[in-house]
């Protein structure tokens, strides 16, 4: 694991937390070539008295908050600014280290406070922060001033990848005509998409704390590692609290093993009657500054105990087989597009208890870290995915790209190691794994996984063929992608059970190890109706599922260990002759109203929750919320 934390901000009796979400001003650079704003240097005065402003709420994507469709589909840098007015006691205690964080921008972001620059960040979906004491002490302004511009464009080399076309031909395209090509199936959302905020530390703080859970008999045991910033003479407590807020165990020292008796161990939800079992680790360091003061830091960890094991057959969650029923997600919604939104976070963990599913995986990003706090305390159980999807051009498995891609891992682990949630990593959705290159490149990607955190299984999603696949060597779990009867075969139904079989004869076959559908389903235009069942219809997705099913239902006793439906709900995507306004494939529809595919999904995951047999009567299908 690496040294430098990315803890999750937390209010405690040493840290303060000040959010700046709401309106901040908004101007986008549409100068040709997108760089007056630097030109300018609009960075050192209010962003309204450079030009015009829009308002623009923080979070969300900037995409569809106005009727500008120049806006909607802008590439470049726009930029962001906002006053704050700091406490004065943060100001004036050289104690306090006063951090500012960004929870996700899309995608390069560069930040200024009062015009002095003091971060930039490569990449969305993953948080950045800065300390900013001594700039706001330089000129301890009343109000202090955050400028951030955040550019949208990708290149080959990063991630996901794209690039820029320029389409010179005058007679058909206006001068200087461009446009960014990519090559994943969701709009490309951007802007400030999570929380800013911010929060204080003492000088000596808690920067990171990692935990390794295990048990044997009824006897847990925490393995922890915290690092200090600050100081090298800290003393640290650990104390650890049960559900209902019991000291059941302490130590002392920047690592141990914290035992606990009669352990109660995380489960995932529908397999135990108390699935997301927390407990809390208190984290207390005392040091004594130069100055002879006392400097004291209280962080507070949530820490599920649970165990996770593959073998050549099998996911173990606690050395019981785990099968995953559940889904593929986007963080994705009408107006907000990619911005944070508890609303809907809470309604669609309402609808995955509802479906019974125990699990999705974050196609195809890292998803904000509220979500995976509600998967810590539900029990519902994520296969952590980075952006790596798109990888389709041969220029995207050179060296820059990979070297980009183990940072991103790296930030990406270390944000995320923690959650009991989170079980596996997946390095990449669908890249074209069927390259020379892939080799070499999903093979180092995957070590430095494993070195980052030897405790959970690493795969990617691959739609290859089985016998050209270069990484699949290297991973621990196979997960494949498939859309019989839809992109091949289109209109076939028939197909569905013998392709299917046959892919995971051939994976099995080749491969020894288990298998996850990690994504299959059909687009349906909700309220569509047709008997025969034909494409685009509810009928048609019905029919669809319950054919995968019915293979499912043969290999889940011998090797496949889960199914994840795409999707869980309409989500949009750039527009093209084969996305009738996005993408269509949910079971629910963006709103998230149920299609008929969503019945059959319900009916089955509860059946196989119950077929566990270790479900107390009263959750038995049909229970309500
Ligand atoms: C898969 C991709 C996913 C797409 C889906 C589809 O992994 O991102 O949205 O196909 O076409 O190949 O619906």
């Known amino acids: ?69 120049k806006l909607r589909d802008f590439i470049g840098w726009v930029w962001y600014d906002r006053e704050v007015v700091v406490p004065s006691r943060w100001v004036a205690d050289k104690h306090i280290r006063v951090v500012l964080r960004v929870g996700s921008a899309h995608y390069y972001s560069v930040v200024w406070v009062n015009g002095v620059k003091v971060t930039e960040h490569n990449g969305g979906h993953l948080p950045f922060e800065a300390e900013i004491g001594e700039v706001i002490r330089a000129v301890p302004t009343t109000p202090c001033r955050i400028t951030i511009a955040v550019n949208n464009s990708l290149s080959l080399e990063t991630l996901p990848p794209g690039s820029i076309q320029y389409l010179n031909d005058l007679t058909r395209y206006p001068k200087g005509y461009f446009v960014q090509n990519t090559d994943f199936d969701f709009f490309n959302y951007a802007g400030v998409h999570r929380s800013v905020l911010l929060y204080t530390t003492p000088q000596a703080y808690v920067n990171d704390i990692t935990v390794v859970t295990d048990f044997a008999d009824s006897i847990g045991a925490i393995t922890y590692d915290v690092v200090v910033s600050g100081s090298s003479k800290a003393s640290l407590k650990i104390t650890l609290t049960d559900g209902d807020g019991r ?36 984290v207390h360091m005392q040091v004594i500054d130069a100055g002879g003061d006392l400097l004291e830091d209280m962080y507070t960890l949530p820490v599920g105990i649970r165990t996770v094991k593959v073998t050549s057959t099998q996911f173990l969650i606690n050395n019981k087989p785990f099968y995953f029923h559940g889904v593929n997600k986007h963080e994705d919604s009408d107006l907000r597009g990619k911005g944070f939104d508890w609303p809907l976070v809470v309604k669609d963990f309402n609808l995955m208890k509802w479906l019974g599913a125990n699990s999705f995986r974050t196609s195809h990003y890292p998803y904000a870290e509220e979500i995976l706090h509600m998967c810590d305390r539900h029990g519902i159980v994520v296969i952590d995915e980075c952006p790596g999807v798109g990888i389709k051009d041969i220029r995207s498995f050179g ?100 392709q299917l079989n046959t892919q995971f004869e051939e994976w099995y076959g080749k491969y020894q190890k288990p298998i996850i559908q990690s994504e299959y389903g059909a687009d349906v235009v909700p309220g569509l109706h047709s008997d025969p069942p034909t494409m685009f219809t509810e009928e048609y997705q019905v029919m669809v599922l319950q054919s995968y099913h019915k293979v499912f239902d043969q290999k889940r006793k011998q090797y496949v260990i889960g199914e994840l439906i795409w999707n869980f709900a309409d989500f949009m995507t750039a527009q093209g002759v084969t996305r009738v306004w996005g993408n269509k494939k949910g079971i629910f529809t963006r709103q998230r109203q149920p299609k008929a595919g969503a019945y059959i999904l319900r009916e089955r995951y509860w059946r196989i929750a119950n077929e566990t047999g270790i479900l107390p009567p009263w959750t038995k299908y049909p229970c309500s919320l």
């Open 1 to 69: 694991m690496t040294n430098s934390g990315m803890l999750f901000p937390r209010e405690s009796l040493s840290r303060e937390i000040k959010e700046l979400n709401g309106l901040w001003s908004f101007r986008a650079d549409f100068s040709p070539n997108r760089k007056l704003g630097f030109e300018q240097a609009w960075y050192k005065q209010r962003l309204a008295e450079t030009g015009p402003v829009l308002d623009m709420p923080v979070p969300a994507s900037y995409n569809d908050i106005t009727q500008d469709p």
């Open 247 to 282: 000291c059941v165990a302490t130590s002392t020292g920047p690592s141990g093993v914290i035992k606990v008796v009669d352990v109660m161990l995380w489960w995932p939800y529908l397999m135990h009657e108390r699935p997301g079992y927390l407990y809390n680790m208190e």
């Open 399 to 498: 060296n820059a790209s990979l070297a980009h891609h183990l940072d991103v891992m790296g930030e990406m682990v270390t944000r995320d190691k923690n959650h009991p949630s989170v079980v596996m990593w997946s390095v990449a959705n669908e890249p074209a794994s069927e390259m020379p290159p892939a080799g070499f490149y999903f093979k180092t990607l995957i070590a430095h996984t494993k070195a980052l955190d030897s405790t959970r299984p690493v795969t990617y999603v691959t739609n290859s063929n089985y016998a050209r696949d270069q990484g699949a060597p290297f991973v621990d779990v196979i997960c494949v992608n498939s859309y019989f009867s839809w992109y091949h075969d289109p209109g076939a139904l028939e197909v569905i059970s013998l």
